[in-house]
């Protein structure tokens, strides 16, 4: 049985009787236990996914109704809550934190009759973009294993690209589903900033974090996107999408489109690989009717220093919940003043995340907010401004999605500017709430290019015709696993 499907395939497989959801989880969870000692996608595993398997091939014989994902194996980010399933957030602190509820996309999904097979590996409470942050080890990337997978949803990408489940749930704070997906060929989607519910997401920077689907095409991440969007009374920020279908009319095209090219994110410090795949792109969707011309945002060279100034902020004080008392304790608070005692339990977070959360406790701080954090908002408003005016005249906007090629595992983890600086051309989308996605589109010396495209807010269901209108004249290499 071939386990090399998208999702939808999976589906019509189950659906037409071709396919026993028991031997598919079954073959699935062979394959996990064959290279993932090797990969390191995952951090736990589901032990009950094939039985969970038999229940739903029951439930079709049967004749019962049937959720949408007919048993399809799904790998979930460690970050988001599955009831009683260990949540580490690739953290010590979290260790042994097992989640008392389950996150809002995961009630949906177990409507739907989704199969978890297990959680995947991530940087450390999503800080970074290799993986390597990990407190549990890093992530190693399927197309060599020498170098890094992205980050921060890493062991999402790897998971989907390595055949080890058919989709995956990542978050995407300033890139972390479009970087992975980019440095793991896989389609790597974060929707408009609300649509998808962040309930039961661990948060990290939560003004501008969204859930977002890894899969193995464009259609399947659409498909995702139905079952998991929509309004939630437990998140506050989400959206009413009127139950929109993202799927109908996906093979609309891109004919008469106009695509900005951002000039700002093309320049300096791309490799040329990348940036002839990217040309490449370009012409491509001029032979499918677009018209492309480059266009300018220049508040887009200051938006990793606006991000990285907000983001700390936010997880500032989003992390101090974890203080030994509330969460992570193994220690107990007798014999300590106040200061020694929250230094001695934060000593469980790693390198990355101390350093955010030293950041963050500076930068909005009496005295230096005017010059750091209130600086970042202007910038984040700014950009806003140039975005949307953009959109006036472009119906999307493309970039590269990752300026550079995956990089070995070990070559930046000194360097924290350095792995900031790569943050360039995905930041953007988060800062303004936009939606993007990261296509597959070329290999380099056996390493993957990721091609971004942006909408405007709520324009998703274009995002995702246009994307898949570009996919469709990619043909790539099979994986080397
Ligand atoms: N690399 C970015 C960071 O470290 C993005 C992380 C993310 O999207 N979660 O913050």
């Not at 005016?389 to 070559?411: H, N």
Request: proline share 4%; hydrophobic share 40%; with cysteine.
């Amino acid at each position: 049985m071939n386990i090399k499907i998208s999702a939808l395939q999976f589906t019509r497989d189950v659906k037409s009787g071709n396919v026993s959801v028991e031997d598919f989880i079954a073959k699935t969870m062979e394959q996990i236990k064959k290279i993932d000692g090797n990969l390191h996608a995952f951090l736990s595993l589901n032990e009950k996914a094939v039985d969970q398997a038999k229940e739903i091939d029951k439930k079709i014989k049967s004749g019962a109704k049937i959720g949408q994902c007919f048993g399809m194996p799904i790998s979930i980010k460690d970050n988001i809550c599955i009831k009683d399933t260990k949540t580490t957030c690739a953290s010590k602190m979290l260790e042994n934190f097992i989640a008392p509820y389950d996150a809002t996309v995961i009630t949906k999904l177990k409507q739907q009759d989704a199969i978890f097979v297990g959680k995947v590996n991530l940087d450390e409470f999503a800080m970074g973009l290799s993986t390597e942050f990990s407190a549990y080890g890093p992530s190693k990337n399927p197309w060599n294993t020498d170098y890094v997978p992205g980050g921060s949803s890493g062991g999402s990408a790897v998971s989907v690209s390595a055949f080890e489940c058919v989709a995956s749930l990542g978050s995407d704070t300033g890139g972390s589903v479009r970087n992975p997906a980019s440095f793991c060929s896989t389609v790597g989607y974060k929707p408009t900033y609300g649509l998808i519910s962040r309930y039961g997401l661990i948060s990290y920077a939560n003004s501008i974090e969204q859930i977002g689907p890894l899969t193995r095409t464009v259609e399947d991440a659409a498909f995702m996107l139905n079952l998991i969007a929509g309004i939630d009374p437990n998140d506050n920020t989400t959206i009413d999408n009127n139950n929109e279908d993202y799927l109908k009319e996906i093979n609309s095209g891109i004919e008469g489109k106009k695509i900005g090219i951002i000039k700002e994110m093309i320049g300096e410090g791309i490799e040329p690989s990348v940036l002839s795949a990217t040309k490449d792109a370009i012409s491509k969707l001029e032979g499918l009717g677009a018209t492309c011309e480059e266009v300018s945002l220049d508040m887009v060279k200051y938006s990793v220093a606006a991000y990285y100034t907000i983001t700390a902020t936010e997880a500032g004080s989003n992390l101090a919940r974890y203080d030994n008392l509330r969460y992570g304790y193994d220690f107990s608070v007798e014999g300590y003043e106040f200061n020694s005692y929250i230094e001695k339990a934060r000593k469980k977070l790693g390198p990355e995340v101390t350093r955010r959360m030293i950041l963050g406790g500076f930068v909005p701080s009496a005295g230096h907010a005017g010059k750091y954090f209130l600086k970042a908002l202007k910038v984040k408003s700014k950009l806003t401004k140039q975005i949307n005016d953009a959109f006036k005249k472009f119906d999307l906007l493309l970039s590269p999605t990752v300026p550079i090629l995956p990089f070995k595992i070990g070559e930046k983890i000194n360097d924290p500017v350095a792995l900031f600086l790569i943050d360039i051309n995905t930041v953007t989308a988060n800062l303004t709430g936009k939606p993007a996605i990261s296509i597959p589109y070329a290999i380099s010396n056996g390493l993957p290019i990721g091609i971004q495209l942006i909408a405007n807010s709520m324009n998703d269901k274009l995002l995702l015709q246009a994307a898949h209108a570009l996919e469709k004249t990619v043909k790539l290499p099979e994986v080397p696993i």
